[in-house]
Structure formats: structure tokens, C-alpha cells
């Protein structure tokens, strides 16, 4: 005999077709029946014994529910049952993680990565970069200064997700620039190919004293060495982290995601397959567009773009891309230093290394330089999270090639 699922009171003949049935209503302990016509006559009630183990079940279960009720109230706690374990949160990187390729999907997966920090909980939080097929030097360098404040703000390592899935060329490289260790994890054992990229460890540190400033020479040196290189080059990377650390992260301004005090992070790479030296520095503060207002040479800004453009330097102090450019070109031509010595040195790379490009990146402006004097502008919609400076320098044959 089969027993009508939700409906105590009835049994079904094992011959009865079940899709005859209607709903039940139930009240109490008690059970009513609406059939549609023609059904009521395979219905058949439980016997006597049988509905009395029903109701004495159902009491022993509501019995039991009002002492566990009663025993919860009198310690404190709560008398609802446990919801399931939370739910892990994944973060999943882009296709692309580069800035030069697609910024815009690269800020926004970071954004999402500083903002599980204020929303989520930490302690749910994953990340999988399995989904990363192409990664940057700038790219993997942002994203190690991400990872660095998490560990700082949080108090604990983001934990990642199938690491052995990622791509080999990702965890080249993050394993070069040490990310592995800002996890807190052992990094791969990947084999170095002499024809990829050589990339120098992550620099990192909130001043600017002497042992740091040596331990970044010796490093750097080591490269400037083998490619043949003047060390005076290299100058540019001390300066711009110096010049990071007393601009970039003013006191009174309202951050959407702290900072770690002032800290700077710098990277260096070599490519013989481009045949050139890549230097980055990086900062997570404000950005020079928001620096300037606080400037001393924010008025000859305001004047020299008033003088080219007239009635549009209204529009045109809205962009940051134009912005830095003219923050820059002030700075260039000024005896004091302005802004910073660093923005002066930072440019005279161009000026001694031949075939050599800048790129900043800060806030929502793109510049970009060139020993030709072109200048590329390019104002985005999102904040990179602060500024980013890198210097792209030939080496090899073919510096031999532009210098001819």
C-alpha cells in the first residue's frame, strides 16, 4: 500500500494512479480532502492504529522542539536553527590583465579586489587566476600591491585557488616578482628560459633610508651590469618613489580604500626578445591630478593652459590626461623643482636614452612619451588606484639600431 506524500490520514491502492489527486489543506492535526470527481473512491483511510503512531510521532517532534526552544532561551542563544555554511567568494581574474591591452576590465577586477577587504568576509575570500591568459609586468605588479594591503589591512593571506591550474607564463612571472611569498605560500618550481623575461623582485617600503636605497642599488645594478647600462639611469626609480612618498598620499584627503602609510612598490625587467629594460614604480596614493590643487606651481599650471586655450582651460582642467602633461612640462622648465625632483628626472631619461618611452598612468589620465617628443594622451573612466610610472629603455642591437 503507498502512502499519499504530505497526507498522514490516507494510504493510496498500489494500483491508483497518483496524478488523480488534488492539493491537500491542512490544519492542525486534523486532515480535509478535495478531490477532483472521480477520485474519491481510491482514497482509503488509515486505520485506527496507524493514525494514533502518526499523531504520536508528530507530538514527540513538537515535544522535542519546545525543550531544545526552552534550553536555547535559557542560555542565551539563539532558538533558530544554523543557516548553511556561507558560501565561498571567488574572485576570478580577466582574460587580460594589462593596462595597455584593456584597462578597463584590468581596474575593474582589481576594484573588485579591494572591495571584498571592506565588504566581504576575508576569511571567504579566494583568488583564481586560472582565468588569466596574459599578464603584464605592470599588471602583476599593481596586483602584488593589492595583495600586499590585503595581507596588511586584513591581518591574514589571501588564500588562492588552483594555483597549479594557472597559466606557465603567469606563474613565471609571478613567481620572478615574489608574489607567491605575499601569499604566504611555496612558490613553483618552473624552469627560467633564457629567451623570457628576466624580472627583478618586488622593491617595497614606506621610506626612503639608506639600507633600502642600497639593497635597490645592488639589485638594479646587478641588471644595469649585464646590460650594459649607466646606473644613472636607473636614478629615476629612487626619485619617483621618493617623490611618491612625500605627494601621493596627502593627509587630509578622504580615501575609498586606505592605503598602507606611504608605501611604493618598484619592479625591473629585462626582455631579450624585445631587446629592451622595463623599470615601474607604483603607488597607491591619490594621484597627480588630485596632488595639484595642493602644488605651489598649481597657478603657473592654471596660466599656461589659460594662455594656450582660452575659454576652454575650463573644460580642458577637468581631464587628467592634460593635467599631468602640463604638471609635467611645468616641472621640466622649473628651476625649483616644484612638484618634486622626481618628475624632473623621471623625463630626462628620454633625454639621455635614445628610443626610450614613458608611460604614466595616474588616476583617470594616460600620458605617454617618447624620445620623439610625441605625447599620447587618454582619459579613462575608472581610477587605476594611483600612480603608475614606467619607463621602457632599448638595449642590445636595438639601441645600437635607433642610436644609428
Not at 95 to 110: A, M, N, W
Not at 171 to 181: P, V, Y
Request: aromatic share 6%.
Amino acid at each position: 500500500m503507498a502512502r499519499l506524500v504530505g497526507y498522514p490520514n490516507y494510504r493510496l491502492p498500489r494500483r491508483a494512479p497518483t496524478r488523480s489527486f488534488s492539493i491537500v489543506a491542512q490544519s492542525g492535526y486534523r486532515t480535509s480532502l478535495t478531490t477532483l470527481p472521480g477520485t474519491r473512491s481510491t482514497l482509503k483511510k488509515l486505520s485506527f492504529l496507524e493514525q494514533r503512531r502518526v499523531d504520536a510521532a508528530r507530538e514527540r517532534r513538537y515535544a522535542k522542539d519546545v525543550k531544545r526552544t526552552r534550553i536555547l532561551r535559557a542560555r542565551g542563544r539563539p532558538t533558530q536553527k544554523k543557516a548553511g555554511k556561507p558560501k565561498p567568494v571567488i574572485i576570478r581574474g580577466p582574460h587580460t590583465l594589462s593596462f595597455s591591452t584593456d584597462y578597463q576590465t584590468s581596474v575593474r577586477f582589481l576594484m573588485r579586489l579591494k572591495r571584498a577587504v571592506l565588504q566581504d568576509d576575508p576569511t571567504r575570500v579566494y583568488l583564481d587566476l586560472s582565468t588569466i591568459h596574459s599578464l603584464s609586468l605592470a599588471g602583476a605588479l599593481v596586483l602584488s600591491a593589492e595583495i600586499d594591503r590585503w595581507s596588511k589591512s586584513v591581518g591574514r593571506r589571501l588564500r588562492p585557488r588552483k594555483t597549479m591550474g594557472w597559466e606557465t607564463s603567469v606563474r613565471r612571472l609571478l613567481a620572478s616578482i615574489g608574489f607567491f611569498e605575499l601569499l604566504g605560500i611555496q612558490p613553483p618550481n618552473i624552469p627560467h628560459d633564457k629567451r623570457q623575461v628576466t624580472v627583478l623582485p618586488i622593491i617595497s617600503s614606506d621610506e626612503l633610508d639608506r639600507e633600502a636605497l642600497q639593497h635597490m642599488r645592488e639589485r638594479l645594478a646587478v641588471a644595469a651590469n649585464v646590460l650594459d647600462q649607466d646606473l644613472t639611469v636607473y636614478e629615476a626609480l629612487v626619485e619617483a618613489a621618493d617623490n611618491a612618498r612625500k605627494h601621493a598620499y596627502p593627509a587630509d584627503h578622504t580615501y575609498e580604500f586606505p592605503p598602507i602609510r606611504k608605501t611604493w612598490w618598484a619592479t625591473a625587467s629585462w626582455s631579450p626578445a624585445h631587446e629592451c629594460v622595463r623599470l615601474i614604480v607604483y603607488d597607491q596614493g591619490v594621484g597627480i591630478p588630485d596632488t595639484l590643487p595642493r602644488w605651489k606651481g598649481w597657478e603657473q599650471v592654471r596660466e599656461r593652459v589659460n594662455a594656450v586655450l582660452g575659454g576652454e582651460a575650463a573644460n580642458i582642467l577637468k581631464d587628467a590626461s592634460r593635467l599631468i602633461q602640463a604638471a609635467m612640462e611645468i616641472d621640466r622648465t622649473s628651476l625649483d623643482g616644484g612638484h618634486g625632483k622626481g618628475l624632473q628626472d623621471i623625463v630626462s631619461v628620454l633625454d639621455t636614452c635614445a628610443g626610450s618611452s614613458l608611460r604614466i598612468l595616474s588616476g583617470r589620465g594616460s600620458v605617454i612619451y617618447d624620445s620623439m617628443e610625441k605625447v599620447t594622451l587618454e582619459d579613462h573612466q575608472l581610477h587605476i588606484g594611483g600612480t603608475l610610472i614606467e619607463w621602457t629603455i632599448p638595449v642590445g642591437p636595438k639601441l645600437r639600431r635607433v642610436e644609428s
